[in-house]
């Protein structure tokens, strides 16, 4: 293979040494795109760029299996012909429970849970091991820059990464610690080299939560275009507790216990909502919650280039895609809340145009104002789960649970913002789709994109629980999932018949990506095609190299993969395995800072093993991930980078 010939020495070692995330080097990816001149107007220019797939590893080479592994690479094609391949590596941070610096001298426990009053929470399961708590499931991520930032050691650019952790898989006495402890969120303070990008961690803050009460199964993330750090909570807490929605109040109590130190405190309305953080100067954070985006199962939000218009994932069985306008651009703080209904079917091939219906609008303040004031679910609605062969009453199924619901007199507005999936299902919301996680936009095309986790349970034909008009039939499951894909345009009317104040509306959908459910296992445990996509969870769309990245969150693939899908060639290539049993998390690509282009990459609980699907592998596979990963208690946070080895001038 020929490479092609670069201008100057400073570009070529830019091309070359430590070159981070996908190689585009000391050359902004704007201008990588439209040519490499700058200095020699007969340099070629670049023609398109692809991934090379990786092949899925195996046992006949198990330490890759065990750990991160990346075997792909970025080639660029010149306009004289000539192409240059990028091999691509994984570079973690930190693996949690490090100790890594806080900026002041001292460490800090990467990933470490506390209390209300910013106390570490002690995991004294097992007599004589008394330690702190830190997380195996890193998971959402940004990376972002701040104007007029300063912090001491860093030498040459100031870069952040927010970084929030979901949960702690176990104890040390192996007892479920799900959902039990606060979610920690950090701020990393990076030094990137100003010649080669590479990020080097200087300081790790932990942004102080008490004053949004904790966070509650924080999960994917997003960076708004006003460069904040959209966090999420998942699987909102049921206040009915008719296991209608994510969570039962036990496990609440347990979290309260944790948090507060006793049982009482928590109160479920004030979890569910939209955390967003706000980065300092000098590489602290602040937080707040937004309390009018709805309350349901936040996954991970994409705000519009518009700085208005929010399209949002919804983990859920039963779950609903939602949509917020703002009032203002770059603030969440007040707004109208949508849910789709889809028209006519959607299913494995057809295209569903989508009707909107307008929940309500609302501040965040007037919202919380409720919930701090006290107000109970059985102030809001009544929510039943017997049918009172009363007509006043609408038939609803959430979680795969039949409910018959009536909103009070005057609480539509709290029901739409603090009971957001039982009134979205009565007032006719297509809320049929299993675990519709990860959201992200191609801004050129005009196109958004979800990842559907599972296709079964109610967006099956005959399993909706009979619910009518819903309009999400498959024929059969698709238990590996998929991706959808939105168009979005303006001039659209609700189905009130209401102006849509947005030109970034979701129109219709289709699947533009489907899994591939196998009949029977393959010889190593897969059981879902291990080339295709399974389980897909995060997403993240790169603008210049014309790609959608997918992580997965499978329990269908032995290892779960991280995947670059080409939306003009449909090129679907394998980017990099995770350790077996761990999920692709933390995604984050960003095209340009300061001149270089990074992907974020994350997992979380390696060796999470189930059965049958690890049979196979879990013997040879455990010890070793137990000796990458702290006995399976750690877990890692990174980016992808270039091999400068393989770069041929």
């Not at 994409?302 to 949509?323: E, K, W, Y």
Request: aromatic residues 8%; negative net charge; proline residues 5%.
């Amino acid at each position: 293979m020929n490479a092609p010939t670069l201008p100057t020495r400073r570009r070529a070692l830019q091309l070359m040494a430590g070159v981070p995330m996908l190689p585009l080097g000391g050359l902004s990816t704007a201008a990588l795109l439209q040519g490499c001149g700058g200095g020699d107007d007969a340099s070629p220019t670049v023609s398109s760029l692809s991934f090379s797939s990786m092949a899925a590893p195996s046992l006949s080479n198990a330490a890759a299996m065990a750990t991160t592994s990346v075997a792909s690479s970025l080639d660029v094609k010149y306009s004289d012909g000539s192409t240059q391949r990028y091999k691509l590596a994984y570079q973690p941070f930190f693996t949690t429970g490090d100790q890594v610096p806080d900026g002041k001298g001292g460490t800090l426990l990467a990933g470490g849970y506390v209390d209300i009053q910013n106390k570490p929470i002690v995991d004294a399961s097992v007599a004589g091991k008394e330690r702190p708590f830190f997380s195996d499931c890193p998971d959402g991520s940004s990376l972002l820059t701040v104007d007029g930032a300063s912090v001491a050691g860093v030498k040459g650019n100031t870069v952040f990464a927010v970084v929030q952790f979901e949960y702690a898989s176990r104890n040390q006495a192996q007892a479920s610690m799900y959902g039990l402890l606060p979610s920690p969120i950090a701020v990393l303070t990076l030094d990137q080299d100003k010649s080669t990008g590479k990020l080097s961690l200087v300081k790790y803050h932990n942004v102080d939560t008490s004053g949004v009460k904790g966070l509650w199964i924080t999960c994917g993330a997003s960076l708004s275009p006003w460069g904040t750090h959209l966090s999420s909570e998942e699987y909102e807490p049921d206040a009915f507790d008719q296991g209608a929605l994510g969570q039962p109040l036990s496990l609440l109590q347990a979290f309260s216990k944790n948090l507060f130190g006793d049982t009482a405190t928590a109160n479920p309305y004030h979890y569910g909502h939209l955390p967003e953080v706000t980065v300092n100067k000098d590489g602290t954070g602040s937080i707040k919650k937004h309390y009018c985006l709805g309350r349901i199962s936040h996954e991970l939000i994409q705000v519009m280039p518009d700085n208005r218009t929010a399209l949002m994932g919804d983990d859920a069985t039963n779950g609903g895609l939602f949509m917020f306008i703002a009032d203002k651009e770059k603030d969440l703080s007040a707004g109208t809340l949508y849910v789709a209904k889809y028209t006519s079917t959607l299913d494995a091939s057809a295209t569903a145009p989508i009707s909107w219906i307008k929940l309500g609008s609302a501040t965040s303040a007037e919202i919380k104002a409720l919930v701090d004031g006290g107000i109970k679910a059985s102030d809001i609605m009544e929510s039943l789960t017997a049918d009172p062969a009363d007509s006043s009453y609408t038939r609803i199924v959430l979680n795969k649970k039949t409910l018959w619901v009536k909103v009070k007199t005057g609480m539509d507005k709290a029901a739409a913002f603090l009971e957001t999936h039982r009134y979205a299902a009565l007032k006719g919301g297509s809320l049929s789709f299993t675990k519709m996680e990860g959201t992200t936009v191609n801004v050129k095309d005009k196109k958004a994109y979800s990842a559907i986790s599972a296709i079964k349970d109610s967006m099956v034909t005959g399993k909706s629980g009979n619910v009518p008009a819903l309009n999400v039939n498959f024929a059969s499951a698709i238990n590996a999932g998929g991706v959808l894909e939105h168009a979005l345009g303006g001039g659209q009317k609700d189905s009130a018949g209401n102006a849509i104040n947005s030109d970034w509306v979701p129109a219709s959908s289709k699947f533009i990506l489907l899994g591939q459910d196998l009949a029977s296992a393959d010889a190593l445990g897969n059981q879902a095609h291990a080339d295709k996509i399974a389980n897909p969870d995060n997403l993240k769309f790169s603008e210049a190299l014309r790609t959608l990245f997918i992580g997965e969150d499978s329990g269908m693939h032995v290892n779960n993969f991280l995947w670059a899908y080409n939306v003009d060639t449909q090129a679907l290539s394998r980017v990099l395995s995770t350790p077996s049993g761990a999920e692709s998390t933390g995604l984050h690509a960003v095209d340009t800072i300061n001149g270089f282009t990074y992907i974020m990459s994350n997992f979380q609980h390696p060796g999470d093993w189930e059965s049958p699907l690890h049979d196979i592998v879990k013997p040879t596979l455990d010890p070793l991930i137990r000796a990458n990963y702290k006995d399976r208690f750690g877990a890692s946070v990174g980016y992808l980078t270039a091999d400068p080895s393989a770069i041929q001038l």
